[in-house]
């Protein structure tokens, strides 16, 4: 069996421990304690793909649609299938 809580290190309190017993009853259990980064933290992290990442959001790679023109593409792309 395996639970996953994600919380605050704040709402972590005694309920927690009565729930993890509760759940587990006498069977053994290994807690482990981590963080996850964000998305953009996870990305940024190593130098090179931050400078990578940064370069591509400065250079205009952009398609931009009016509304009206979106509605038209995404239309057209249904009557091809």
């Known amino acids: 069996m395996e639970a996953i809580y994600k919380l605050k290190a704040s709402e972590i309190d005694l309920g927690l421990i009565k ?4 759940l587990f ?5 290994t ?13 940024t ?3 090179v793909n931050e ?10 790679h952009m398609v931009k649609y ?9 239309n057209g792309s249904k009557e091809d299938e």
């Open 25 to 29: 009853k006498d069977r053994e259990v």
């Open 19 to 22: 729930a993890i017993k509760s």
């Open 31 to 43: 807690i482990t304690v981590s963080t996850e980064l964000d998305e953009t933290q996870y990305l």
């Open 66 to 74: 009016s509304g009206e023109e979106f509605e038209t593409f995404i």
């Open 51 to 60: 400078k990578h990442l940064l370069d591509n959001m400065a250079s205009d």
């Open 45 to 47: 992290n190593n130098p």
